[in-house]
T-cell receptor
Framework: NAGVTQTPKFQVLKTGQSMTLQCAQD?????MSWYRQDPGMGLRLIHY???????DQGEVPNGYNVSRSTTEDFPLRLLSAAPSQTSVYFC??????????????FGNGTRLTVT | AQSVAQPEDQVNVAEGNPLTVKCTYS??????LFWYVQYPNRGLQFLLK??????LVKGSYGFEAEFNKSQTSFHLKKPSALVSDSALYFC?????????????FGSGTRLLVRP
């Protein structure tokens, strides 16, 4: 049971470059989300999706795009990388965030450095 | 504003001693509360949750948490700490934000258990 799989594990970008962080889950979860983790700030929600074809913004969406064409995949795109986007990114999924009971399942993260 | 506070950046405890990691919350309505643990270079793992009912909830790895409505707290506890419990712990609350439920995380508390 793979759970939530994120690729790559590490990435270094130059300012202005674009890239896509991949996230896939094999648990048939409706809800998927992207967080960034910065020291002393906990986790902040970037974007989320409550099902295929549906996405919405979280707390810190600027500079990021998402799409949800399938239940399994939820890629995060950095349009033009900036040093402020240096962070650890986590993808998380749950059966349904709407019923509030479902704990989130996290991937192992992507550590991104923008120079 | 809906929020979660973890007042201690780090908690130090000797192996075999009881441990407490503190969490307080501010949310409208009935709180749905969670604890997650993060080991180095890994994603967060669900430990336990409070939805309703008994104020003392038990979770994975011998951890438990006590919900106190009057003090708006949800402290994580363990009767006897292990060195392997050393990790980063996050408290989270499910809150209604912009017409949908989202998980709001605290800033995290690093637990260090000395042999």
């Amino acid at each position: 049971n793979a759970g939530v799989t994120q690729t790559p594990k590490f990435q270094v970008l130059k300012t202005g470059q674009s890239m896509t962080l991949q996230c896939a889950q094999d648990m048939n979860h409706e809800y998927m989300s992207w967080y960034r983790q910065d020291p002393g700030m906990g986790l902040r929600l970037i974007h989320y999706s409550v099902g295929a074809g549906i996405t919405d913004q979280g707390e810190v969406p600027n500079g990021y795009n998402v799409s949800r064409s399938t239940t399994e995949d939820f890629p995060l795109r950095l349009l033009s990388a900036a040093p402020s986007q240096t962070s650890v990114y986590f993808c998380a999924s749950s059966y349904s965030i709407g019923n509030r009971n479902s704990p989130l399942h996290f991937g192992n993260g992507t550590r991104l450095t923008v120079t | 504003a809906q929020s979660v506070a973890q007042p201690e950046d780090q908690v130090n405890v000797a192996e075999g001693n009881p441990l407490t990691v503190k969490c307080t919350y501010s949310v409208s309505g009935n709180p749905y509360l969670f604890w997650y643990v993060q080991y180095p270079n890994r994603g967060l793992q669900f430990l336990l949750k409070y939805i309703t009912g008994d104020n003392l909830v038990k979770g994975s790895y011998g951890f438990e948490a006590e919900f106190n409505k009057s003090q708006t707290s949800f402290h994580l506890k363990k009767p006897s700490a292990l060195v392997s419990d050393s990790a980063l712990y996050f408290c989270a609350v499910s809150a209604l934000v912009d017409s949908s439920y989202k998980l709001i995380f605290g800033s995290g508390t690093r637990l260090l258990v000395r042999p």
